[in-house]
């Protein structure tokens, strides 16, 4: 059998050929690729020669590019582009994978000879310094310290946790795809978006479902729903259907599930030991203990709650202004806020959305990138696709060189998983050869008409810059091993660069220039920046406490010491001692939290407000020099963006910044000072 997955990929620039991977070459190629990497292991082991950098650290980082390369092409397909028989495939794959990484990261005399290079006095570079202290200390992080009987229980574990990872994220997108909000009387559409509203009728049609309109409980779906919707009781029905996936009583329920996730990483954290699962996740990471994380939480909880209590007496006003006489509930929050804003500034996303077509933001954050880090994005025409919607850039520095390969995978569909993220097929390094990244952005925005453009909300397009962070994290990289390369840092830093670029998109510079309407071209009008720049803040108070409430909730499933058995009691009894406002709601529930249960987010969700105080600080050289300033675009390139994790990242950023990052600069972003 002729089989993609078994050579490399260069003729078609390091692109995976997807037209010709089919899914009966998957297990062969996993268990060819897992048989070629237990032989380099092998040969680690077997070397006779005193354990050095180069035949130990190094020949560790040479290994497994091939399990790399399949690995690579499944799981970012599982989540983009899913499907029941790729799912089969990951239940069939998953515990042999998780029993291979046991198999190097518990071998006693690997491990022995990671330590004899890590105490050696061998004469390195700064870089490959750090690279010994990581490998060194994520063995010993993974249990190769311990004994026998340890590491025997540490492996049942790590296969089971695996398993149920995964089965979390197919019960969640399983759960999105089910559930269907239909209307049938075009009375109930009033106050909705025409966009919305064709999405809904294109949806209803695939569905083969006539006369009427279809929304589903994504995101995508549910937060202009309830923002424009006039009608109360379909908006409770879209927001519940949200919310309740993964607690619906049925074969996709995550509740069970998410307790035996959440007891096997205590237990697996006990015999690492550690106190909790939070202690263990938060080693090496810029936080360093869960005291340093509950301390910024707690330094922001108090403001967003005052904030959001002051945003509730005014929504619950404007309820009884209206002769309403209900009670502000959650699934009333986003439609009265809009009211509100209205009321206050004259404002309305939908004022915007005509000027934020996929194809201008996506332009702009091309633009900012090339300005600021002096590249080049040169779109390809022909190259191997997964799926009709993936677009393809060449990037180029400023001799003409290629550096990477920028992949976009943008509109929503029901093989994709919810949200929006950055991945790579190939990561950058000089170890083994010259290999340039090759990343994609993988989001969910509406798709186009064939006679309208794609038009984004405000969240989406900071949501295209953020990922667009990522990819260039990735993308800018260069440094030597692929283990320090581009995203490969801690989770409280990774979300920096992706945040950073956030502020270009904020900037009403940026929007003067490219927020031009999809069908005139003319200019935002001034009139409307202005408005916008008038409630930059607002809904400051409901956006973070939503946000914080998430990141209590993932630390006190990871950190709690009582067993527990119920996972609403545990939520409610949570909420109620934090004091979170009934009227918020955490912005996930545990039920559906992907992050922190199927994703690699467990005890991190606060990692991006950890982020945010570094972002917040540093864009201050922008705000003070300039928003295109050379010398500091040089500068946060070389020091953020192209150094992955080959130094310090606190020095870095201080070289960069010139001071610490001040958590001050984070309340006054958000208005909360």
């Not at 500068?635 to 958590?663: H, R, T």
Request: net charge positive.
């Amino acid at each position: 059998m002729r089989n993609p997955l078994l050579k490399d990929f260069k003729s078609s620039l390091g692109i995976p050929p997807f037209e010709e991977i089919k899914d009966r070459h998957y297990l062969p190629a996993f268990k060819a690729a897992l048989k070629e990497h237990k032989k380099e292991i092998d040969s680690i082991i077997n070397n006779k020669q005193i354990p050095d950098f180069e035949n130990t650290i190094n020949a560790l980082e040479n290994s497994g590019s091939f399990l790399a390369r399949v690995s690579r092409v499944f799981f970012n397909l599982l989540s983009a582009h899913s499907s029941e028989k790729l799912q089969d495939i990951a239940n069939q794959i998953t515990p042999f994978l998780s029993k291979h990484r046991d198999s190097i990261s518990l071998n006693e005399e690997l491990f022995l000879r990671i330590k004899k290079v890590y105490e050696s006095q061998e004469n390195l570079n700064e870089e490959q310094k750090r690279l010994v202290k990581i490998t060194y200390d994520s063995f010993k992080l993974n249990g190769s310290n311990l004994g026998k009987m340890d590491k025997s229980k540490l492996k049942k574990l790590n296969q089971k946790l695996s398993s149920l990872t995964l089965k979390f994220g197919q019960n969640t997108l399983k759960e999105t795809n089910s559930f269907n909000l239909i209307i049938k009387e075009k009375s109930d559409l009033i106050g909705l978006p025409d966009d919305l509203i064709k999405q809904a009728k294109s949806q209803a049609e695939k569905e083969n479902k006539e006369n009427s309109w279809l929304f589903k409980a994504t995101r995508e779906n549910l937060y202009p729903f309830l923002t424009f919707s006039e009608n109360r009781h379909l908006r409770e029905a879209i927001y519940k259907g949200y919310v309740n996936k993964g607690k619906n009583k049925n074969s996709n329920n995550n509740e069970k599930i998410l307790l035996e996730i959440t007891n096997l990483r205590e237990q697996r954290a006990k015999i690492l030991g550690f106190d909790s699962h939070t202690e263990l996740a938060l080693q090496n990471t810029m936080a360093e203990s869960k005291k340093n994380v509950l301390e910024l939480l707690d330094n922001v909880w108090g403001p967003a709650t005052k904030r959001a209590q002051e945003e509730i007496k005014e929504i619950q006003g404007l309820i009884q202004q209206e002769g309403r006489n209900f009670k502000l509930e959650p699934w009333d929050w986003w439609f009265y806020s809009e009211k509100v804003r209205q009321a206050k500034f004259n404002y309305s996303e939908e004022e915007m959305r005509p000027y934020l077509s996929l194809e201008n933001i996506q332009k702009a954050a091309f633009t900012t990138a090339e300005r600021l880090f002096d590249i080049k994005f040169k779109s390809l025409r022909s190259f191997p696709k997964y799926h009709e919607d993936i677009k393809a850039y060449k990037v180029f520095d400023n001799k003409n060189n290629i550096i990477g390969i920028f992949l976009t995978d943008y509109f929503a569909r029901p093989s994709k998983q919810g949200g929006a993220w950055m991945t790579s097929y190939q990561d950058q390094s000089k170890n083994n050869g010259i290999k340039y990244p090759i990343v994609i952005n993988v989001c969910n925005f509406p798709k186009p008409s064939k006679k309208e453009k794609s038009l984004l909300s405000f969240e989406q397009a900071i949501t295209l810059f953020h990922e667009f962070g990522h990819g260039l994290h990735g993308l800018l990289s260069n440094v030597t091993y692929p283990s320090l390369s581009g995203t490969s840092v801690p989770r409280d830093y990774v979300e920096f660069p992706s945040q950073m670029f956030e502020n270009w998109i904020r900037s009403p510079k940026v929007l003067k220039e490219f927020a031009l309407h999809h069908r005139t071209k003319e200019k935002v009008p001034a009139s409307l920046l202005k408005k916008y720049e008038k409630c930059q803040k607002f809904n400051q108070g409901f956006a973070t406490t939503e946000y914080l409430a998430a990141s209590y909730l993932d630390l006190a499933w990871h950190s709690e010491k009582k067993k527990i058995k119920d996972v609403d009691k545990f939520e409610k009894s949570l909420f109620k001692a934090l004091n979170k406002p009934k009227e918020i709601d955490s912005r996930y529930g545990s039920s559906y939290f992907n992050h922190i249960f199927s994703g690699g987010y467990s005890s991190s969700y606060y990692s991006y407000m950890w982020s945010e105080v570094l972002d917040s600080s540093a864009f201050e050289v922008f705000e003070k020099k300039g928003l295109f300033h050379k010398a500091s675009g040089k500068k946060l390139k070389e020091l953020v963006y192209a150094s992955g994790n080959s130094k310090n990242l606190m020095d870095q950023f201080i070289k960069f910044n010139g001071k610490k990052p001040d958590p001050k600069r984070l309340l006054q972003k958000r208005g909360l000072a």
